[in-house]
């Protein structure tokens, strides 16, 4: 654990001006020291970097008294303070090439909880948004009680995120823009205690003090993106806060999902044209984030393939074993029609005798290993 002061000197490192998370790596990667950085004379500094940067030592000292003030506030509020160069920093953020130098959690989330997406979209949602949350988030919880669903605490969307998986028991994450001294929206202050109260946690970068401005919605988002493993956008116009997330989780190479929508829908225009130009896969279910993401559902089974053939297989029924015998994870109906070319209405009458018989599972979003 760290002592206070150095706490102090790495909050100072991260509320410098011109720090970002190329210059907290670049300390780690020269050996500099939190107490290095704030003592050494602004050329020197830039030398010992080798980058062309300018790390004003006036501006150094600045930011060292303001994290003096901010240590007093996330010690008064239990708020817990994660630094980019420390090992217990959210790993899927680490990942990230322009992850916050500091990052503020009031709550006790596991931020590296196995099952994390977000599920983002417009404030001007549609009724079809709010049928499909609920249906949505409801089976996703049957399935992933240890999903931890991560959005942005706006009206619309994100609200129906949160609420939703709160309402299902499932662990929530709000990601604001603004320091954790203040709540906007101010009409989600009781939606921000209940995601508290259930376990679930407010999250920023910015310290006590800041307000909201568009800008900062827009760095909020990568942040959103950065901490799951999944982006699922539901509803969007062309343009909007929900495909600038959609577009920075597909610069890191994370999986993106969208909702696809009626043609003639203003609300769909944004997920119809991630899924035409590829940057998200079609969603219309939970069994098909479970294709995608290749997450084992909760309480299925790993078991041991059989090697040996039923002698009593014969045709499309025995290509179809041979082919799941050797396969860990469940195989989707396309999938095994790629494989075997069979006829589809064939496939799924064997597959359906081969499930009467004990002999395959199917899971959800038709997708089938051996028993």
């Given at each position: 654990?760290?002592?206070?002061?150095?706490?102090?000197?790495?909050?100072?490192?991260?509320?410098?001006?011109?720090?970002?998370?190329?210059?907290?790596?670049?300390?780690?990667?020269?050996?500099?020291?939190?107490?290095?950085?704030?003592?050494?004379?602004?050329?020197?500094?830039?030398?010992?970097?080798?980058?062309?940067?300018?790390?004003?030592?006036?501006?150094?000292?600045?930011?060292?008294?303001?994290?003096?003030?901010?240590?007093?506030?996330?010690?008064?509020?239990?708020?817990?303070?994660?630094?980019?160069?420390?090992?217990?920093?959210?790993?899927?953020?680490?990942?990230?090439?322009?992850?916050?130098?500091?990052?503020?959690?009031?709550?006790?989330?596991?931020?590296?909880?196995?099952?994390?997406?977000?599920?983002?979209?417009?404030?001007?949602?549609?009724?079809?948004?709010?049928?499909?949350?609920?249906?949505?988030?409801?089976?996703?919880?049957?399935?992933?009680?240890?999903?931890?669903?991560?959005?942005?605490?706006?009206?619309?969307i994100d609200t129906l995120a949160h609420k939703g998986a709160l309402e299902n028991g499932l662990t929530t994450?709000?990601?604001?823009?603004?320091?954790?001294?203040?709540?906007?929206?101010?009409?989600?202050?009781?939606?921000?205690?209940?995601?508290?109260?259930?376990?679930?946690?407010?999250?920023?970068?910015?310290?006590?003090?800041?307000?909201?401005?568009?800008?900062?919605?827009?760095?909020?988002?990568?942040?959103?993106?950065?901490?799951?493993?999944?982006?699922?956008?539901?509803?969007?116009?062309?343009?909007?806060?929900?495909?600038?997330?959609?577009?920075?989780?597909?610069?890191?190479?994370?999986?993106?999902?969208?909702?696809?929508?009626?043609?003639?829908?203003?609300?769909?225009?944004?997920?119809?044209?991630?899924?035409?130009?590829?940057?998200?896969?079609?969603?219309?279910?939970?069994?098909?984030?479970?294709?995608?993401?290749?997450?084992?559902?909760?309480?299925?089974?790993?078991?041991?393939?059989?090697?040996?053939?039923?002698?009593?297989?014969?045709?499309?029924?025995?290509?179809?074993?041979?082919?799941?015998?050797?396969?860990?994870?469940?195989?989707?109906?396309?999938?095994?029609?790629?494989?075997?070319?069979?006829?589809?209405?064939?496939?799924?009458?064997?597959?359906?005798?081969?499930?009467?018989?004990?002999?395959?599972?199917?899971?959800?979003?038709?997708?089938?290993?051996?028993?």
């Amino acid at each position: 654990m760290d002592s206070k002061e150095e706490r102090i000197y790495k909050m100072g490192i991260a509320f410098t001006p011109g720090v970002n998370a190329a210059v907290v790596r670049r300390l780690e990667e020269c050996g500099i020291g939190v107490d290095r950085f704030a003592e050494l004379d602004t050329r020197t500094l830039s030398e010992e970097l080798g980058m062309n940067i300018s790390l004003d030592k006036l501006a150094r000292e600045e930011a060292l008294f303001r994290a003096r003030k901010e240590i007093a506030f996330v010690e008064r509020h239990g708020i817990r303070v994660y630094y980019l160069g420390d090992e217990d920093y959210p790993m899927l953020l680490r990942e990230t090439p322009d992850a916050p130098p500091v990052l503020f959690q009031l709550g006790e989330t596991d931020l590296d909880a196995d099952h994390v997406m977000n599920i983002v979209g417009t404030r001007r949602n549609t009724a079809y948004a709010v049928g499909f949350c609920e249906e949505f988030i409801r089976t996703l919880a049957g399935y992933f009680p240890d999903m931890v669903i991560v959005s942005g605490l706006a009206f619309g969307i994100d609200t129906l995120a949160h609420k939703g998986a709160l309402e299902n028991g499932l662990t929530t994450v709000a990601v604001v823009a603004h320091g954790l001294d203040t709540l906007y929206p101010a009409a989600n202050r009781d939606l921000a205690r209940r995601i508290i109260k259930s376990g679930g946690s407010i999250i920023s970068e910015y310290p006590s003090g800041t307000t909201p401005f568009q800008r900062r919605f827009l760095e909020r988002n990568r942040i959103v993106a950065g901490l799951s493993q999944l982006t699922m956008v539901v509803e969007s116009p062309l343009k909007g806060g929900a495909m600038s997330t959609a577009n920075v989780a597909f610069s890191y190479s994370r999986e993106v999902a969208a909702v696809p929508g009626r043609a003639s829908d203003p609300m769909s225009e944004g997920c119809n044209h991630l899924i035409r130009k590829q940057k998200a896969s079609l969603a219309t279910s939970v069994a098909d984030v479970v294709e995608l993401m290749g997450w084992r559902p909760a309480g299925v089974a790993v078991k041991p393939k059989q090697r040996n053939l039923f002698p009593e297989l014969q045709d499309e029924a025995k290509e179809i074993y041979e082919i799941l015998k050797f396969t860990a994870d469940p195989v989707s109906v396309d999938a095994l029609y790629q494989k075997t070319k069979i006829h589809i209405p064939i496939l799924t009458s064997t597959l359906t005798e081969l499930e009467f018989d004990g002999i395959v599972i199917r899971h959800p979003g038709n997708r089938y290993s051996l028993a």
